[in-house]
């Protein structure tokens, strides 16, 4: 059974008038999750869309790069993002019940805030209501700030990422501990890692281009500490 199947009886298992954020109060065990986070990066960035007051088309082809949406699925795929458009509940509303969802984990939250990343900055352009629209979502999550600053960091097309935000460490951070922390960045990123906190396969490859990230930014901070030392 497709993600979309599984979504499309979740959606239909909503009483009448229930609003979208129900789902989220109600699938919060594997394998279910996986459906609620596929939803909830849908809603919410239904609910972004209105930061920067439109909807483009990078925005939509990023998404379907997280997410694949085979033809026949598109019509589950359209019913969430407009029943969230919809809903007369906030964005705050839904990722306090995204939250609730995942507990006290960080990571599936810090997955799902990567995918909103990816799509925001799609168009080319990171709108100041963006910021402040996922900023305020990662707050509520509980990301803390050096996650949130080393997503903003990799994703935000204004300079070349400062590789130390990157790893969420600074350049005071001693290197044993900015290799450690590289290390437990690499292994949080492994597809079967991913997948065990509930992120569906289909946004694993999400994990494809943070490897890049943090493999480049350990190998920067790596060539700037030899310089030092030579």
Request: overall charge negative; glycine content about 6%; hydrophobic content about 45%.
């Amino acid at each position: 059974m497709s993600i979309w199947t599984r979504i499309s009886e979740a959606l239909s298992a909503l009483a009448k008038g229930e609003g979208l954020g129900a789902v989220f109060d109600r699938l919060r065990q594997p394998p279910e999750r996986s459906v609620a986070f596929t939803i909830a990066v849908i809603a919410l960035s239904a609910k972004m869309a209105k930061a920067d007051g439109q909807v483009t088309r990078n925005e939509v082809a990023a998404f379907r790069e997280v997410f694949y949406i085979a033809p026949e699925d598109e019509k589950a795929a359209a019913r969430v993002f407009n029943l969230a458009r919809q809903d007369v509940a906030g964005f705050e509303e839904y990722a306090r019940r995204i939250r609730r969802m995942f507990g006290s984990s960080t990571g599936p939250v810090c997955d799902l805030m990567e995918g909103l990343f990816h799509i925001a900055v799609a168009d080319g352009h990171y709108h100041p209501g963006e910021d402040q629209f996922l900023e305020r979502v990662a707050e509520i999550f509980g990301v803390p700030q050096p996650d949130f600053r080393a997503l903003r960091a990799r994703f935000v097309p204004d300079a070349a990422p400062d590789p130390y935000a990157v790893l969420g460490v600074t350049p005071d951070t001693p290197m044993p501990e900015i290799r450690r922390h590289w290390r437990q960045l690499v292994r949080d990123s492994h597809p079967d890692v991913m997948q065990a906190r509930g992120v569906p396969e289909e946004a694993v490859k999400l994990s494809e281009k943070r490897l890049i990230d943090i493999n480049r930014a350990w190998s920067e901070i790596s060539a700037r500490e030899e310089r030092q030392e030579a």
